[in-house]
């Protein structure tokens, strides 16, 4: 199981580790951490040296409730970013969170390699049509609503049948389109209550029907400081946890604010499960 990123094949058979860069002053757990350039290139340069694969960056918070941010704001905070990282760490894998696609549009053009979405073409329908033209990995995950929104819509007759659908018709529309290489995203925390996370991680197997690599992402998130009676700082070693578990379900992708956790996950789970 492979992606291509930017002529480069990466190979999914060993799980990699996305490491999260928010360049916003409001994301739930980082937020304006990284005020300036000397921050920014500290904290990348730490996450490749602890092994991430992937630098995943986001300029618009999409924790629930976030507020509203432009489409120019949200221009004007990652642009700058993606070339900061680039002219100093140029071989680096860039991914872009946004469900925007003239945001996509140009962090590709300015040499991003692959795009993080959040809605998976729901909240911005020139976002499948922006990948294949640029043909770029495109992560799709599953919500409903918006981060306004999402945390209103947890009704689900039966959740894991209907995240199924809902990816089946996704993977289709974009196989329509020639875009090759996708990743599903299960979007822990989005649209979904506490119990209903777990019951998704607990049956993420399922999703390995569709043959996509999976990207699990529960970093610090209100499903392991809620459950444990603590907070987000608090937080790492449930997401270790749980990201161990992700990776026996079949998980290919960590998304993580604690890239050397999350690689030592990796390193014994793949010890443990050697041929």
Do not use: W
């Not at 941010?69 to 070339?83: H, K």
């Amino acid at each position: 199981m492979t992606i291509n990123c930017k002529g480069q094949l990466i190979d999914l058979s060993i799980p990699k580790v996305m490491g999260i860069l928010n360049v916003t002053p409001n994301s739930f757990f980082d937020g304006g951490k990284y005020k300036n350039e000397s921050e920014i290139l500290s904290q990348v340069q730490k996450m490749l040296n602890d092994g991430a694969t992937f630098i995943d960056i986001g300029a618009y918070s999409s924790k629930p409730n976030a507020e509203f941010v432009s489409e120019e704001e949200e221009l004007l905070r990652i642009v700058p970013i993606v070339n900061l990282i680039l002219e100093n760490f140029p071989e680096t894998l860039i991914s872009i969170d946004t469900f925007r696609s003239e945001i996509a549009k140009a962090c590709i053009e300015n040499g991003a390699a692959m795009i993080n979405d959040i809605s998976a073409g729901n909240l911005d329908d020139k976002m499948p049509e922006t990948i294949a033209k640029y043909n770029v990995p495109y992560i799709m995950m599953h919500m409903r609503g918006t981060p306004k929104t999402m945390q209103t819509m947890t009704n689900y007759e039966n959740i894991v049948k209907e995240m199924l659908f809902y990816f089946s018709e996704k993977v289709a529309l974009a196989r329509s389109l020639g875009i090759n290489d996708l990743i599903l995203d299960p979007g822990f925390g989005f649209a979904k209550t506490v119990e209903q996370n777990y019951e998704v991680l607990q049956k993420m197997e399922l999703f390995n029907v569709l043959e996509l690599p999976i990207l699990a992402g529960f970093s610090r998130k209100s499903m392991i400081y809620k459950t444990l009676n603590s907070s987000a700082e608090e937080a790492l070693n449930g997401t270790t946890v749980l990201n161990t578990l992700a990776l026996s379900k079949g998980a290919k992708i960590l998304r993580v604010h604690d890239v050397k956790e999350a690689m030592e996950c990796v390193i014994l789970y793949t010890k443990t499960n050697q041929k």
